[in-house]
């Protein structure tokens, strides 16, 4: 009998389901795709932002992926909120060479740290199939005062990432421009209208769609192109559920 690859989806719980590993699943759910999910970290949060946040214990977190990886083919990994550096190591040590797609979640959107060691990311540079940082996370990793999305994508690419997308949401202007530099020297730049609502979760949500259309189409470029599509519509049907910050409606 041949199993079928599924997706594994590594973040943290967001109560209010409007990131996190409760919007990962949502989202591969979305396109038709099975997930697995391990937490990161319970977190306390509501639709205006983060309040605290506490670990998964390190020994229960590898079991969960030991577990996970004895049973099931996994054919692309969607990480988010990291909360522990070593977190990072343990997945790739246990899953070799399944394509990781990173997005590298170090502050909430109310700017709460949600990462220990940001710069882990950057050890494992060449280790990481995909890394999808905004504006401001790419500035951090490239250590560069560029605003520029393409100018920041080149630079991590020098600093050893295979391919980079780096979402332009944080710039000004009437549109949002995202970069995506691939591992064969491929550029593509997606843009879209920008859209006078600024929900949670859309790095979650954008991540996550790339993953599971790279699961089912093995071709990054159509998994970003379909990611665009779906995020920039998510974006624009968002709703204010609760008392802040919209939730995105898909």
Same mark, same amino acid.
């Given at each position: 009998?041949?199993?079928?690859?599924?997706?594994?989806?590594?973040? &943290?719980?967001?109560?209010?389901?409007?990131?996190?590993?409760?919007?990962?699943?949502?989202? #591969?759910?979305?396109?038709?795709?099975?997930? *697995?999910?391990?937490?990161?970290?319970?977190?306390?949060?509501?639709?205006?932002?983060?309040? +605290?946040?506490?670990?998964?214990?390190?020994?229960?977190?590898?079991?969960?992926?030991?577990?996970?990886?004895? +049973?099931?083919?996994?054919?692309?990994? %969607?990480? &988010?909120? @990291?909360?522990?550096?070593?977190?990072?190591?343990?997945?790739?040590?246990? #899953?070799?060479?399944?394509?990781?797609?990173?997005?590298?979640?170090? #502050?909430?959107?109310?700017?709460?740290?949600?990462?220990?060691?940001?710069?882990?990311? @950057?050890?494992?540079?060449?280790?990481?199939?995909?890394?999808?940082?905004?504006?401001?996370?790419? %500035?951090?990793? *490239?250590?560069?005062?560029?605003?520029?999305?393409?100018? @920041?994508? %080149?630079?991590?690419?020098?600093?050893?990432?295979?391919?980079?997308?780096?979402?332009?949401?944080?710039?000004?202007?009437?549109?949002?421009?995202?970069?995506?530099?691939?591992?064969?020297?491929?550029?593509?730049?997606?843009?879209?209208?920008?859209? +006078?609502?600024?929900?949670?979760?859309?790095?979650?949500?954008?991540?996550?769609?790339?993953?599971?259309?790279?699961?089912?189409?093995?071709?990054?470029?159509?998994?970003?192109?379909?990611?665009?599509?779906?995020?920039?519509?998510?974006?624009?049907?968002?709703?204010?559920?609760?008392?802040?910050?919209?939730?995105?409606? #898909?």
């Amino acid at each position: 009998m041949t199993t079928l690859p599924i997706a594994l989806a590594v973040g &943290g719980l967001d109560p209010s389901g409007a990131a996190g590993i409760l919007m990962d699943t949502k989202v #591969f759910q979305h396109f038709g795709v099975h997930n *697995a999910g391990i937490i990161t970290a319970q977190t306390v949060q509501n639709s205006c932002g983060v309040k +605290d946040w506490k670990p998964t214990d390190s020994v229960l977190f590898s079991s969960q992926l030991e577990a996970i990886r004895e +049973d099931f083919t996994v054919g692309v990994i %969607k990480v &988010g909120m @990291l909360a522990l550096s070593e977190f990072l190591e343990n997945i790739i040590d246990t #899953f070799g060479d399944a394509p990781l797609i990173v997005d590298p979640v170090m #502050f909430s959107k109310n700017g709460k740290p949600l990462v220990d060691n940001p710069d882990v990311y @950057l050890s494992f540079a060449e280790e990481i199939f995909l890394i999808t940082p905004n504006i401001p996370e790419a %500035k951090y990793l *490239a250590s560069s005062s560029s605003e520029d999305p393409l100018v @920041l994508a %080149k630079e991590l690419k020098r600093l050893g990432f295979r391919n980079v997308l780096v979402k332009g949401g944080h710039s000004e202007g009437q549109r949002v421009r995202d970069v995506l530099l691939m591992e064969d020297g491929t550029l593509r730049v997606f843009s879209r209208p920008r859209v +006078d609502k600024k929900p949670r979760g859309t790095g979650c949500a954008f991540a996550s769609a790339i993953a599971a259309n790279y699961l089912i189409f093995q071709d990054l470029e159509k998994a970003a192109l379909r990611a665009e599509e779906f995020i920039g519509e998510a974006i624009k049907n968002a709703q204010k559920l609760g008392r802040c910050y919209e939730v995105l409606i #898909f």
